[in-house]
């Protein structure tokens, strides 16, 4: 804790003298055109990540970057994205997923249901992944494994999002567009989901002419 009180008072000092005009004007509403959901992990920074000011990102976290589909949860989540959608007026949104994901290693190796009760209940929301990693790549083990569980995640939960009325909305009416992301931790770098190759790719390389009939995540080792 004391390494947190001495942060508040750099900050507090150093800081925000520094950019008092902003939050002076923050003060007066909040206007992002980003809805970030990713993982709870703290290993991941969105506004560090984004290079983004306070006010640009509307964060949602929790573990394993989960979205549970609408109705199946009254909770924080969907509050959260009705808000971001029909409340700030976002126009895009980005699930993030992330390597060496603990969450997604719950998911395949399930901890016991005794130690972790509402983790266990939380993962069900990746029932899915879970699925598609056990039928689908089979033939994979551990950070190969986990590689794709965490891409395949972050595919599933954008198809839950689109079960969200605020969001079938949105889509509806082309003012959303949703963006899959996985950041690789130990590069710093990050991979978007071009749905014309059906691969996770950089997000600085160009776009790619080939199509690709089915999504294989192998090759990239994210």
């Known amino acids: 804790m004391q390494?947190?009180?001495?942060?508040?008072?750099?900050?507090?000092?150093?800081?925000f003298g520094s950019q008092r005009e902003l939050f002076e004007r923050?003060?007066?509403?909040?206007?992002?055109?980003?809805?970030f959901i990713t993982c709870s992990d703290s290993r991941i920074n969105p506004?560090?990540?984004?290079?983004?000011?306070?006010?640009?990102?509307?964060?949602?976290r929790n573990a394993g970057n989960l979205v549970p589909p609408y109705g199946a949860l009254q909770g924080g989540e969907a509050a959260t994205i009705e808000f971001a959608v029909a409340g700030l007026g976002v126009k895009d949104?980005?699930?993030?997923?992330?390597?060496?994901?603990?969450?997604?290693k719950g998911l395949l190796t399930p901890p016991a249901q005794s130690d972790f009760p509402a983790l266990t209940q939380w993962l069900c929301h990746a029932e899915s992944t879970r699925r598609i990693v056990r039928d689908k790549y089979a033939h994979l083990k551990d950070a190969a494994l986990l590689n794709v569980a965490t891409q395949e995640n972050v595919l599933m939960q954008m198809e839950n999002l689109r079960t969200h009325p605020v969001i079938a909305s949105g889509l509806s009416q082309g003012n959303i567009k949703?963006?899959?992301?996985?950041?690789?931790?130990?590069?710093?770098?990050v991979f978007g989901y071009d749905p014309d190759i059906c691969q996770f790719k950089l997000l600085t390389e160009q776009r790619a002419t080939l199509s690709l009939p089915e999504r294989q995540f192998i090759a990239l080792e994210i």
Do not use: D, R
């Open 26 to 35: 923050l003060t007066e509403g909040q206007s992002p055109e980003v809805l």
């Open 47 to 60: 506004n560090l990540l984004t290079q983004t000011e306070p006010g640009e990102l509307f964060i949602l």
């Open 3 to 15: 390494k947190l009180i001495q942060g508040l008072q750099h900050y507090q000092t150093k800081v």
């Open 93 to 104: 949104i980005i699930v993030c997923g992330h390597s060496h994901c603990g969450a997604m």
């Open 178 to 189: 949703l963006h899959g992301w996985v950041y690789k931790i130990e590069t710093g770098e």
